[in-house]
Every structure is written in C-alpha cells, then in structure tokens.
C-alpha cells in the first residue's frame, strides 16, 4: 500500500512540474534560421496533412479536411488552391515545373490549374490502386518522390498493405517498408 501511494504522489509531483507555465525567455533560433508567425486564414480549421514550398517561394498547404491552401510570402495572403479532396494528407510539388500533387484517402491527385487563375480546375487520378473502404481510420500519408520519378507514401489499417510505405505502382514488387502500425507519413 506505501508503494501505492508513493507512485500516485510521484505521478502528482511529476504532473506539477510539466505542468509549470513556461518560462518567457526568447527561443535560440540557431544561424540561418528566421522565424515568422504567419495568421491562418480566418475562421478556416486547419487539420495540416501536407506542406511544401513551390518554385514561386509560396507554402502549399493541404489539409485533412479535404483542401489545398497557398499562402503567398510576398503578398501576405492566403488562398484557397483546391477543395473537395478525401483527407489530404500529404503534398509533393515539383520544383521545376510546379506539378502539385496530393495524396488523399483513395488516390494520388494531380492538381492542375488549366486557366491560371490561382484555383485547380482539373483534379487528375495519378494513381488509385491500393481501394477504399468506410473505415474510420483509414488513411494514406506523406507524399515523396525519387530521382526516377517515383512516389513514395504510406497507408493504414484497412487498405490493401495497410502498415507498408510503396511506391508509384503499388505493387508488392515496389513495397520499400512495412510493419507500421500507424504509418502518418
């Protein structure tokens, strides 16, 4: 019983300590690194799955609740690239010709704005060969890419090689990874 309640009061004691507010000291930013603080857009909920800088120097953004935001550094400015996607939660842009994709919960998405108005008007399947099913907790994460033009991610529970990483074809031929029990990119 002593030893009980030794460990709820080391639990109490060690709960306290976390829990002290923090100290307002300046963080040690290390050379060659700037922080900004840069405001959401208003009234926007933001689930982030995905960021990448494109060639313009803008942040990609996309986000579990199905969108792609772009905030342009220069303008100060968010806006709303693509929207309606399954989960996106993972992002990848070439930095040569700007190609956006996206890896939502049954596909690999490119996004392609055809008229150049800011906003992606064409959503084209890159590849859709892993399934879906209504389970809660089913997602696709990450989005990388090699030198030859393959993509890498991961995928969770119920797809097909839930816990693998693959690549661009999805085949068992191509798995890099596996045995994750919760992937997350």
Same mark, same amino acid.
């Given at each position: 019983m002593?030893? !009980? /309640?030794?460990?709820? #009061?080391? =639990? ?7 829990? +002290?507010?923090? @100290?307002? *000291?300046?963080?040690r930013?290390?050379?060659?690194y700037s ?6 857009? @208003? $009234?926007?909920s933001?689930? =982030?799955g $995905?960021?990448?800088f494109?060639p313009?120097?803008? +942040? ?10 772009k905030?342009?550094i220069?303008k100060? @400015?968010?806006?709303?690239? #693509?929207? $309606? ?6 992002l990848?842009?070439?930095p *040569?010709?700007?190609?956006?994709? =996206?890896?939502q ?18 959503? %084209?399947?890159?590849? #859709? &060969? ?7 907790? %089913?997602?696709? !994460? &990450? /989005? ?9 991610g991961?995928?969770?529970?119920? +797809?097909?090689?839930? &816990? ?7 085949d068992?031929?191509? =798995? ?5 029990k919760?992937?997350? $990119?």
């Open positions: 002593k030893t !009980f /309640l030794s460990f709820f #009061a080391l =639990v109490g004691i060690s709960t306290m300590i976390v829990s +002290l507010p923090a @100290q307002d *000291k300046p963080a930013i290390p050379a060659g922080v900004e603080k840069i405001e959401t857009p @208003q $009234g926007v933001l689930g =982030v $995905g960021l990448e494109a313009d120097g803008s +942040l990609m953004m996309c986000t579990r609740e199905g969108e792609v935001w905030y342009s220069k100060n @400015q968010w806006s709303l690239f #693509a929207d $309606g996607l399954h989960e996106s939660l993972g990848w842009i070439d *040569k010709t700007s190609e956006t994709f =996206v890896i919960r049954g596909e690999i998405t490119k996004l392609v704005d055809t008229d150049r108005d800011g906003r992606a008007d064409l959503y %084209e399947t890159f590849n #859709a &060969g892993w399934g879906v099913t209504d389970n809660y907790h %089913e997602y696709a !994460f &990450g /989005l990388v890419r090699d030198s030859k033009g393959n993509f890498y991961t995928l969770n529970t119920s +797809l097909s090689w839930p &816990g693998w990483a693959r690549s661009k074809k999805w068992i031929a191509r =798995v890099w990874t596996a045995g994750y919760d992937t997350e $990119g």
